[in-house]
T-cell receptor, first 113, second 117 residues
């Protein structure tokens, strides 16, 4: 089983739609979770951290289900500018000072006018 | 504030040549990471440093790859000799330890697009 798995997509959605991505991770001891966004031919950038209680940042909502070992990202009212690849990211280690991140291959989103 | 700076942005060279990629992390950041990204394998961690010391190089593909961090503001990733399968985008990233366990984002440079002919 891969450490972090995502549906590669592409997800093609109209403007204004709500879209959700899921991601599963294999290491149950993982402590930190993130969603990164990567535009075409650009570097990955942090979109948001994912907290155990779930968290929201504007149109974006992230949730964590530790029992099932999956993370989700919900985007409401999609904008054209949301078109990008969304990377699910996990810190698989629980030791202090462990800052390695494992990246999923990403889910590609295209928002269509 | 200046972000992570990588050079060169693009590199095209023939197989067998030595390739050196450079990275300047964000000032004050004590972690530096080298990644490689390809369509097939996604983003893979090659090696990371803490306070200029290599912590984990288990992702380095083989002995042809080496990385150094002689000081807090500079790191290199070297491939010698290069092979066509090394063609990829190589990213450098840095982060800072604020004491919160593992919960610090990494800031990426623009990457180096490497093509080995």
């Amino acid at each position: 089983r891969k450490e972090v798995e995502q549906d590669p997509g592409p997800f093609n959605v109209p403007e204004g739609a709500t879209v959700a991505f899921n991601c599963t991770y294999s290491n149950s001891a993982s402590q930190s979770f993130f969603w990164y966004r990567q535009d075409c031919r650009k570097e990955p950038k942090l979109l948001m951290s994912v907290y155990s209680s779930g968290n929201e940042d504007g149109r974006f909502t992230a949730q964590l289900n530790r029992a099932s070992q999956y993370i989700s990202l919900l985007i409401r009212d999609s904008k054209l500018s949301d078109s990008a690849t969304y990377l699910c990211v996990v810190n698989p280690y629980s030791g202090a000072g462990s800052y390695q991140l494992t990246f999923g291959k990403g889910t590609k989103l295209s928002v269509i006018p | 504030d200046a972000g992570v700076i990588q050079s060169p942005r693009h590199e095209v060279t023939e197989m067998g040549q030595e390739v050196t990629l450079r990275c300047k992390p964000i000032s004050g950041h004590d972690y530096l990471f080298w990644y490689r990204q390809t369509m097939m394998r996604g983003l893979e961690l090659l090696i990371y440093f803490n306070n200029n010391v290599p912590i984990d190089d288990s992702g380095m593909p083989e002995d042809r790859f080496s990385a150094k961090m002689p000081n807090a503001s500079f790191s290199t990733l070297k491939i010698q000799p290069s092979e066509p399968r090394d063609s990829a985008v190589y990213f450098c990233a840095s982060s800072i330890d604020t004491g919160t366990l593992g919960n610090q984002p990494q800031h990426f440079g623009d990457g180096t697009r490497l093509s080995i002919l």
